[in-house]
């Protein structure tokens, strides 16, 4: 069995965000899969998807700080400048954290660890709407 | 073909630790495959999981070395320090590393480059087990 | 179905190409595919693969740049030398940055966003050819 779907993301602020409910949501076929995988692809290059932390806040405020450090906005060696100082930092972040997620799909759920959720990385400060494309496969 | 296995990692030190061999030894049907793919897929957000050198240890050793100085334990930008000043840049250090692994199964193996190994980074002073779902899936 | 093959990428100077045709013309399979997904993985520890913008060579050059800022070639606390000043940090960039991609196909093509190519971030100096084994899969 297979199943495609886009799923598009309300814009957010810059920072990291939990998006888990809002992905299953637009994934009925998610319910029919015994033993599958999903597949969760942003169609972007300046946003990613990760997975970590569920519950405390402050995690996620946390990496977007450490993101800040290590990939400093207005940097001066970056020459990609045209978008703004947040643009090509957007595109470096994106390459370390990742376009993409497959997740185990186990009894007609996102089969994550108690403490996993899923993390969309908006890197931009305006970033808008974000498109997913999320293909499920297994058996049914 | 589907089959799906949970794996247990046995507690280790923190740094990188080669796996590869464990996580085959729980995966019996990988034997059974002709063509098809292994996701492994660790149920935590302090340990991750990569593919790289199998042979020279200091690899695995220069690599914990560099974790710790680009995502140091304990710095001060850091709020999320309730369970130690090792827990945060854990949570760090499995975004950009990754919670997930996919890989390729060949004639009953996993397929791997001659000196690529399945790496579990134990970001945290006592992670504990770990455990992994691996789903395989192929033609038999 | 499945298919795999193996794609040879032509050797390449140290830096960030954009491989996304090449990989496109050595895996025909991927035109007879309605839903499913294509997995690129090279074969290599210190060579890897990245999801980034298709348009600005610049964007490429400068995420060059940030890599050998946060791991700089010759650090002092590397002891894996014996390969050369660049073995070493190539391990760790291609640990962060990742051996596999899997996107999505759709309709005969990989179906990524309007801004999206696949990256081959070639870690050392002299690199030589990188092979890639693709894995596709899907409906008919």
Same mark, same amino acid.
């Given at each position: 069995?297979? #199943?495609?779907?886009?799923?598009? =993301?309300?814009?957010? /602020?810059?920072?990291?965000? =939990?998006?888990?409910?809002?992905?299953? #949501?637009? %994934?009925?076929? +998610?319910?029919?899969?015994? %033993?599958? @995988?999903?597949? &969760?692809? +942003?169609?972007?290059? /300046? #946003?990613? &998807?990760? @997975?970590?932390?569920?519950?405390?806040?402050?995690?996620?405020?946390?990496?977007?700080?450490?993101?800040?450090?290590?990939?400093?906005? *207005?940097?001066? !060696? !970056?020459?990609?400048? &045209?978008? *703004?100082?947040?643009?090509?930092?957007?595109?470096?972040?994106?390459? +370390?954290?990742? /376009? /993409? =997620?497959? @997740?185990?799909?186990?009894?007609?759920?996102?089969? @994550?660890?108690?403490?996993? $959720?899923?993390?969309?990385?908006?890197?931009?400060?305006? $970033? *808008?709407?974000?498109? =997913?494309?999320?293909?499920?496969? $297994?058996? &049914?």
């Amino acid at each position: 069995m297979w #199943a495609r779907r886009e799923v598009r =993301l309300a814009p957010r /602020s810059r920072g990291v965000h =939990l998006v888990t409910r809002e992905i299953v #949501a637009g %994934v009925p076929e +998610i319910a029919d899969v015994r %033993v599958g @995988l999903a597949h &969760l692809f +942003i169609r972007h290059t /300046s #946003a990613s &998807l990760a @997975l970590n932390e569920n519950a405390s806040p402050d995690v996620r405020t946390d990496l977007e700080e450490w993101f800040g450090r290590v990939v400093p906005d *207005g940097a001066p !060696f !970056f020459t990609h400048t &045209l978008e *703004g100082p947040d643009d090509m930092p957007a595109h470096v972040k994106a390459v +370390i954290v990742g /376009s /993409s =997620l497959t @997740l185990p799909v186990a009894d007609g759920r996102l089969d @994550l660890g108690t403490w996993q $959720g899923v993390y969309l990385c908006e890197h931009r400060d305006h $970033g *808008g709407p974000r498109s =997913l494309t999320v293909t499920v496969h $297994g058996e &049914l």
